[in-house]
């Protein structure tokens, strides 16, 4: 097994619902060998492994960066966890107090903290109504609760939002991301297909990956990266 990082990895470090942007992406896989043997059947800028809400997010940010994009998830439709949570997040008109309230919040809960990316998350979740917007035209947000602890320091500064929609919670802000993904952008979404090695060259970077649909396996070409937004699953490999 090895521990994989950067470019090695990239991992979306996008912003889905608060508990993923705060949860740090560990991944531990191990990955075959590139070599003369393996062909290529096709060729991608980026690989997104797990179309949840933070798979959605990467392979947006890197379309928009410019890549050639794939995503690949394991179920017959989008959405994982995302789409059956209650679909919250956290928005702040003020970063520093909600650094406050988070920072504080860690230390009621008696928790170890990564203090740079609570950080980057306060200063970041000014933009997610914003960001939620850009996803689709007309689409409604609103505010449906406050921060879960009035009496912590900060807490004043804490909105939670969802998107307004015929579903119930989560689904709805799927459906949004789904729609940005798909209908906006076009970006090639394969179904029903797992990804089931990754695939390493010499130097140790991960270049590709295996991935199996409907028994065949294809080896795909990740110039650039692959990112792995595969929730609490993952890649089980050997
Ligand atoms: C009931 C409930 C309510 C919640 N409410 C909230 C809330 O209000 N606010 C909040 O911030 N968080 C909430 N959460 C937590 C939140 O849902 C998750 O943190 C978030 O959805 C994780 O998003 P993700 O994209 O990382 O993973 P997921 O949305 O789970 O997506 C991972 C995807 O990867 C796919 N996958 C896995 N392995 C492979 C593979 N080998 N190949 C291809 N695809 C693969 C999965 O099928 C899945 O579709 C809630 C969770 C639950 C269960």
């Known amino acids: 097994m090895t521990l994989i990082t950067r470019r090695k990895f990239l991992t979306a470090a996008a912003v889905t619902t608060g508990a993923t942007a705060l949860s740090a992406i560990p991944m531990v896989a191990g990955a075959k060998e590139l070599n003369k043997n393996l062909k290529w059947d096709k060729d991608y800028d980026v690989v997104v492994i797990g179309y949840g809400g933070a798979g959605a997010a990467a392979a947006i940010a ?32 003020d970063p520093e107090k909600a650094k406050v309230y988070f920072k504080n919040l860690f230390k ?11 950080d980057i998350f306060a200063n970041e979740c000014i933009n997610l109504t914003k960001y939620v917007d850009s996803l689709k035209d007309g689409l409604e947000q609103y505010v449906y609760g406050y921060a879960g602890f009035q009496s912590i320091e900060g807490s004043e500064s804490i909105r939670k939002f969802r998107v307004k929609g015929k579903k119930r919670g ?3 802000l799927f459906d949004a991301y789904k729609y940005a993904v798909e209908e906006k952008r076009k970006i090639d979404v394969r179904l029903n297909t797992p990804a089931k090695d990754l695939i390493r060259n010499c130097d140790g970077e991960i270049v590709g990956v295996t991935i199996v649909t409907n028994g065949k396996e294809e080896n795909i070409c990740a110039r650039k990266a692959v990112v792995l937004t595969t929730g609490q699953g993952g890649i089980k490999l050997c």
């Open 170 to 172: 989560g689904d709805n």
């Open 108 to 118: 009621y809960a008696n928790s170890e903290m990564d203090e740079e990316q609570v």
């Open 62 to 93: 890197a379309h928009d960066g410019g890549a050639k994009v794939l995503i690949v998830e394991k179920m017959s439709e989008g959405g994982g966890n995302t789409a059956v949570s209650s679909g919250g997040y956290i928005c702040t008109d």
